[in-house]
Antibody
Framework: VQLVESGGGLVQPGGSLRLSCAASGFTFSTYSMNWVRQAPGKGLEWLSYISSRSSSIYYADSVKGRFTVSRDNTKNSLYLQMNNLRVEDTAVYYC???????????????WGRGTMVTVSS | IQLTQSPSSLSAPVGDRVTITCRASQGIGSYLVWYQQKLGKAPKLLIYAASTLQSGVPSRFSGSGSGTDFTLTISSLQPEDFATYYCQQLNSYPFTFGGGTKVEIK
């Protein structure tokens, strides 16, 4: 069971990046997924949720209108399109699996290692 | 929903009993989880649904609480437990995290 993020890098303010998260070892199409980030030396910040069939999508206010989450269950992949990037978006970006259950609710049980995004001129 | 963790840091010797608290700004039922994060690593799920131990997590970790007040307890601190611990509410969007508690060696 593994998640591997990619697509991070250095981008100028106002620029765009697309992050990917490749899933393996489990039936990706049956799990909801999330994106979480962590700025250098700071705490965790939840960014976005997407349900298993993409029917429900939610965002943090800090990225709403700028970031778009999507998934391709045929490719076992999760994506985060990030536009109009700001210096404060500099962080490690993690994808996380969410094995939602009707009695216990959500939890992020599998995390990738993260990909670093640096927004700087 | 805001989550307030306390303390923000603590120093304790190996073998001590450690308790971390997490208070929610409004009721969240039992939809609270705890993570452990070691330096440079991804977070690891410890407890979900406020008190259910994730598979493979040592039994010295336990969680309790409901509504607005929650605790994570380490019954006997081990060298590998030195890390930062985060609570997260999953009752409603946005899924907010607490500020973290850094547990250090005394």
């Amino acid at each position: 069971v593994q998640l591997v993020e990619s697509g991070g890098g250095l981008v100028q303010p106002g620029g765009s990046l697309r992050l990917s998260c490749a899933a393996s070892g489990f039936t990706f199409s049956t799990y909801s997924m999330n994106w979480v980030r962590q700025a250098p030396g700071k705490g965790l910040e939840w960014l976005s949720y997407i349900s298993s069939r993409s029917s429900s999508i939610y965002y943090a206010d800090s990225v709403k209108g700028r970031f778009t989450v999507s998934r391709d269950n045929t490719k076992n992949s999760l994506y985060l399109q990030m536009n109009n990037l700001r210096v404060e978006d500099t962080a490690v970006y993690y994808c996380a699996r969410d094995p939602w259950h009707p009695t216990t609710g959500h939890a992020f049980d599998i995390w990738g290692r993260g990909t670093m995004v640096t927004v700087s001129s | 929903i805001q989550l307030t963790q306390s303390p923000s840091s603590l120093s304790a010797p190996v073998g001590d009993r450690v308790t971390i608290t997490c208070r929610a700004s409004q009721g969240i039922g039992s939809y609270l989880v705890w993570y452990q994060q070691k330096l440079g690593k991804a977070p690891k799920l410890l407890i979900y649904a406020a008190s259910t131990l994730q598979s493979g997590v040592p039994s010295r970790f336990s969680g309790s609480g409901s509504g607005t007040d929650f605790t994570l307890t380490i019954s006997s601190l081990q060298p590998e437990d030195f890390a930062t611990y985060y609570c997260q509410q999953l009752n409603s969007y946005p899924f907010t995290f607490g500020g973290g508690t850094k547990v250090e060696i005394k």
